[in-house]
């Protein structure tokens, strides 16, 4: 569904009423009321949502499956993660019948959640029941909808009261991903969108511009009770040579630098 402007919208509903008064004031019979009935239901869904994002929704085969089926998860204990007495669950299958086995077992109990979904960029990233969505599908944005929206409304469900996701998007969809995200975790809940350097390259993207940044959204099961607590601020390298009556300051590269780190667990 597209989005439908005012003007258009009443013009709609104008038309839905004088075909609903043309068969209420002709011989009523069942074909007629379930006529009425149907503009009855035509009317609501146009009215029932005058801002935010609208999509064609899709239904994917793991939702066929799963509405006669409850998906199950089988040990491998060749692969079993522990850490003296806290386990890590590994899932490996379709992602939405996994998050529906972890709504059944962690529903509300999950502080962090992190996800990287498909960009959708066209360039066979996104795969949609087991074929690529590339640019010439005329419903790749309502597919990547649709297939982010059932997976979210899920997530939302297991964060714990003081819970925050994490999703991380470049510019094919971030601006739907916050529209739906908005509508799925409350847009008071949003907490910020972090851009991140992930790149560093000399050439252009053929229109002259030099891309080499994406984005992280985050949100708050409830951003009342979510507080972010950083690294403390030194000012070790900051001084005041020239007297400037902002005070202390120092000269650094602005750009992000990779910083190759070792590998420690806590």
């Excluded at 590994?90 to 962690?106: C, F, R, S, V």
């Amino acid at each position: 569904m597209g989005n439908i402007s005012k003007n258009k919208r009443e013009d709609l509903i104008d038309k839905i009423d004088k075909i609903k008064n043309f068969l209420s004031d002709n011989e009523q019979n069942e074909t007629t009321n379930l006529l009425i009935k149907y503009l009855y239901e035509l009317e609501n869904e146009i009215n029932s949502k005058k801002y935010g994002l609208l999509f064609e929704e899709h239904e994917e085969n793991v939702d066929i499956i799963m509405k006669e089926n409850c998906p199950i998860v089988k040990e491998d204990k060749q692969y079993t993660l522990r850490n003296g007495d806290n386990w890590n669950f590994l899932i490996e299958g379709d992602n939405l019948g996994a998050l529906n086995i972890l709504q059944k077992t962690h529903k509300g109990a999950i502080d962090v959640i992190y996800i990287d979904p498909p960009y959708n960029t066209g360039n066979k990233d996104f795969i949609y029941d087991d074929a690529f969505v590339d640019k010439t599908d005329t419903f790749k944005h309502s597919k990547w909808i649709s297939f982010l929206d059932k997976r979210l409304k899920i997530a939302q469900k297991l964060l714990s009261p003081e819970g925050v996701i994490f999703i991380s998007i470049d510019d094919n969809e971030q601006a739907v991903l916050k529209l739906l995200c908005d509508s799925i975790f409350g847009e008071e809940n949003f907490l910020t969108m972090f851009i991140r350097k992930t790149k560093s390259m000399t050439g252009d993207d053929g229109n002259g511009l030099n891309i080499q940044h994406e984005y992280l959204l985050a949100y708050a099961r409830d951003k009342t009770k979510s507080i972010f607590v950083g690294e403390p601020k030194t000012f070790d390298n900051y001084s005041n040579p020239d007297n400037d009556p902002n005070g202390i300051w120092t000269s650094a590269d602005p750009s992000a630098k990779v910083v190759e780190r070792p590998l420690h667990s806590r």
